[in-house]
């Protein structure tokens, strides 16, 4: 390592200590976490407790009908897993009910059609029996009480609903009666409540009472799936047709059968070793690996010594983004459905070949590998105009895109947002780990259950309408995620856990703070505050999957020089705000020391420890 950054400054302190750290996006989950962790409880019990947390603080980027996948290190396992809490398609999902009988050639991004299996709440109960200490009562004390008493809302909170405030009066009046109940949007810093969802949680807690805390944890696991919140959400789904980006309304495929049918699971990461590191993903159920193949083409490249926001090194970012996306959008899916070709994807001659395709000058092409007998390229749809998106609070915690206010009329009255996601990272004393990053049941997606006070997620919206496709619509099947925790070794030992938010853009900021970490030898905050960028040039995750070939977003901190130089090497480049991109958080451990840091764009992520 010979770049040194040239600036001491970072917006907040790298937290440092012995004793335990918190990350996560919001303030006020990171300090229940740490209360946790504070009256002896581990990392999973903390991490359980936020996550929970988040839930309520941050409506508009998950929900309890969303979906997470966990990475974590018991250091009683002795090796670092995965949980699964991405629920599958229900069994009347399928491509000729979607494509064939109702006529779409996308799975909407809002309403009913949409829902998988909600998979945080079993997940978490998971990971509580397994590997926590505490009770159920205890973990879920501080949701209830914020969704109960009351939580400032942030300022995007308050945005997103503005955005759908029509969709909700004419469409959706349940959403209406929890986010609009004084008669209008509430405003930033309002002391917002959801009492409706504080009861569910409080009624899982009464029923499942008695007992071990391990029985008390399965009998909530059998409520949630089989019990009044599988009964409710069986006639939500089953009752009136919704709204959706359609502009047709439709009933819900989601079942109690359904829910009673799925429960988390654990399983290993995905693996690339990067020098001393050793960089973990989940499965090409998810987009993590791209992560991974990103890595493996730029290990071919020298970065040390280059500055990590100079025109270098965006530009081989950005080319080698383009082809690891492109092989997500062709090989990744469920592997429990269709074999995912990763060892090659992942291997030294497939690289080294792939490589060779990094020019001087950017590409607007699609170009995915190919590795005969698996995978299907996925046809890009290219986007007349920039994309829009609902984000949170400050600059945007959107998936990608313009603020609320400037998305359209026609588009807010059908539904026409996409929702984001939050990320917690946790270490403790005795050196376990977890890394989070929980999405989907945004107020935007669907309405809400009024039995319930949450709404379902979109998920599904990731499938392709196309049976010969990895990620094809499947009853039972998991979608091709875009969420993705990542956690890395360094010399064999549990080092790193960080994530972001983004959609599609978690791929892109992830392996820009680990290069900017172990390249330019920045600590975890530096990296995080660091200026930052996105390319659009693959279809989106998210309805309507459209591209935006050669594009590339860079944060107006990025040098008029260096904007200057790639628009030389043919890169379309687009300036936003100066802290506009990436919503990272991460926490390490080196020994006995621990250390976290969290984004300071939008003014709600932080990190504690001691």
């Not at 080319?319 to 074999?339: H, I, M, N, Q």
Request: glycine letters at 12%; one cysteine or more; proline letters at 8%.
């Amino acid at each position: 390592m010979s770049f040194v950054t040239p600036d001491p400054f970072t917006t907040r302190p790298e937290i440092d200590g012995t004793f335990g750290v918190v990350a996560s996006t919001h303030w006020i989950a990171t300090a229940v976490g740490m209360g946790v962790l504070e009256r002896g409880g581990n990392a999973f019990d903390a991490g359980v407790a936020t996550a929970f947390v988040l839930q309520v603080v941050e409506p508009h980027l998950n929900g309890p009908g969303g979906d997470v996948p966990v990475i974590l290190h018991d250091v009683r396992v002795g090796r670092p897993q995965v949980v699964c809490g991405q629920g599958p398609a229900p069994q009347a999902a399928t491509i000729g009910h979607l494509r064939d009988h109702l006529g779409l050639d996308l799975v909407p991004g809002t309403g009913l059609l949409a829902p998988c299996v909600p998979g945080t709440f079993d997940a978490y109960m998971l990971i509580l029996r397994d590997h926590g200490t505490w009770r159920l009562a205890d973990v879920l004390e501080a949701a209830i009480g914020y969704a109960r008493d009351g939580f400032p809302l942030v300022e995007r909170v308050s945005a997103t609903i503005a955005t759908v405030e029509g969709l909700f009066r004419e469409h959706w009046p349940s959403s209406a009666a929890t986010y609009l109940r004084d008669g209008g949007v509430p405003a930033p810093g309002t002391l917002f409540t959801n009492p409706v969802l504080a009861e569910t949680y409080a009624r899982i807690v009464r029923e499942a009472a008695g007992g071990t805390r391990e029985q008390e944890i399965e009998r909530a696991r059998r409520i949630w799936s089989q019990g009044f919140v599988a009964e409710a959400i069986d006639a939500f789904c089953k009752a009136e047709p919704v709204m959706d980006v359609t502009g047709t309304p439709h009933r819900g495929l989601l079942t109690g059968a359904d829910m009673a049918a799925w429960q988390a699971s654990v399983e290993d990461p995905i693996g690339y070793e990067y020098g001393r590191y050793t960089v973990l993903k989940a499965g090409p159920w998810t987009q993590g690996m791209a992560t991974l193949q990103q890595l493996a083409l730029l290990k071919g490249f020298a970065l040390d010594g280059l500055d990590p926001a100079g025109p270098d090194v965006i530009h081989l970012q950005v080319e080698c983004a383009k082809l690891a996306f492109a092989d997500r959008d062709t090989f990744y899916g469920d592997p429990a459905f269709v074999a995912v070709p990763v060892e090659t994807l992942l291997s030294d001659a497939y690289n080294a070949e792939r490589r060779r395709l990094v020019g001087e000058t950017a590409s607007l092409e699609q170009r995915p590998g190919t590795i005969p007998g698996f995978g299907k390229a996925l046809e890009a749809r290219v986007s007349e105009g920039a994309r829009t998106a609902v984000g949170s609070s400050g600059a945007g915690e959107p998936t990608v895109g313009r603020l609320a206010a400037t998305v359209p009329p026609d588009d807010a009255r059908s539904g026409v947002v996409r929702g984001d996601t939050v990320h917690f990272d946790i270490i403790d004393r005795h050196g376990n780990m977890i890394t989070a990053t929980p999405s989907g049941g945004w107020l935007q997606s669907s309405p809400v259950i009024p039995a319930l006070g949450f709404c379902l997620g979109t998920r599904a919206q990731m499938f392709v309408l196309d049976e010969s496709h990895p990620a094809a619509l499947a009853p039972g099947k998991r979608p091709r995620s875009t969420l993705s925790p990542t956690m890395a070794l360094r010399d064999g030992q549990p080092y790193l856990a960080w994530g972001s938010p983004g959609g599609d853009q978690q791929d892109q900021w992830i392996p820009q703070f680990f290069l900017r970490h172990v390249h330019a030898g920045m600590n975890l905050q530096a990296a995080i505050d660091a200026p930052a960028w996105h390319t659009e040039h693959f279809p989106s995750s998210f309805w309507p999957r459209t591209a935006r070939p050669g594009v590339v977003v860079v944060e107006n901190r990025i040098t008029p020089a260096t904007v200057a130089e790639l628009r030389r090497r043919g890169h379309i480049v687009e300036v936003g705000a100066d802290w506009s991109e990436g919503r990272l958080t991460a926490a390490s451990r080196d020994g006995r020391r621990l250390r976290a840091a969290a984004n300071p764009r939008g003014m709600q992520g932080y990190a504690a420890g001691r």
